[in-house]
């Protein structure tokens, strides 16, 4: 299996809404990353978990809440976000975090609308 | 600031010609480099990766690096129309503490009947 899933595919939210995006990968990789990707842009890096364990936040707001229940699963919370939040939301696993161990596998992303 | 460097495009080639894309890159102690496709409205795909200098081929595509220029490419032959998307280059870096990849801006490449 050397697939990243990632659910839902679509969300719209309010501004007040709780939601979830949730991402699985059963390659046996060790790392996984959240990015955002708005329209005609890069990824860009938010979260890295290795080994289960946070190990990059790049400064992203804390209306955004990583969680990695164990090495297959990674959850990104979302809560009170802004419409400039509204995004493609990627998910990406990685044997691990070095040189060609950092070759990272996207999942097809969650298109966010925030209202 | 660690940075990855591509020509936005669009780079316009006809069906059947080479495409050449091209990536600079500031890291002199990068060692690892990988290049995505995505097709719009959908995720990156990896397509190459590579670490040493020199080619590395893979059916239509071929990927060279140059670490001493500091300088990855990416080669497609037989262009295809279905080849039409943007192409990520990424380069593994480190800063702050951690290794990280570094995406270059993206070159759009548009493959013409």
């Known amino acids: 299996d050397t697939e990243v899933t990632q659910t839902p595919k679509h969300l719209v939210m309010g501004m007040t809404n709780k939601k979830s995006l949730k991402c699985e990968q059963h390659?046996?990789?060790?790392?996984m990353y959240w990015y955002k990707q708005k329209a005609k842009k890069p990824p860009e890096l938010m979260f890295v978990?290795?080994?289960?364990?946070?190990?990059i936040n790049e400064s992203v707001p804390s209306r955004f809440s990583p969680e990695c229940p164990n090495s297959s699963l990674l959850n990104l919370h979302l809560h009170a976000l802004q419409p400039e939040d509204s995004a493609l939301y990627l998910c990406?696993?990685?044997?691990?975090?070095?040189?060609?161990?950092?070759?990272?596998?996207f999942g097809p992303g969650t298109r966010l609308t925030v209202l | 600031q660690k940075e990855v460097e591509q020509n936005s495009g669009p780079l316009s080639v006809p069906e059947g010609a080479i495409a050449s894309l091209n990536c600079t890159y500031s890291?002199?102690?990068?060692?690892?480099f990988f290049w995505y496709r995505q097709y719009s409205g959908k995720s990156p795909e990896l397509i190459m990766s590579?670490?040493s200098n020199g080619d590395k081929e893979d059916g239509r595509f071929t990927a060279q690096l140059n670490k001493a220029s500091q300088y990855v490419s990416l080669l497609i032959r037989d262009s295809q129309p279905s080849d039409s998307a943007t192409y990520l280059c990424a380069v593994n870096m480190w800063g702050g503490g951690y290794n990280k990849l570094i995406f270059g801006a993206g070159t759009r490449l548009a493959v013409h009947p």
């Open positions: 990406a696993s990685s044997r691990g975090t070095s040189g060609e161990y950092n070759e990272q596998f």
């Open positions: 390659m046996g990789h060790r790392a």
């Open positions: 590579i670490y």
């Open positions: 978990y290795s080994y289960e364990k946070l190990s």
């Open positions: 890291d002199r102690g990068s060692q690892s």
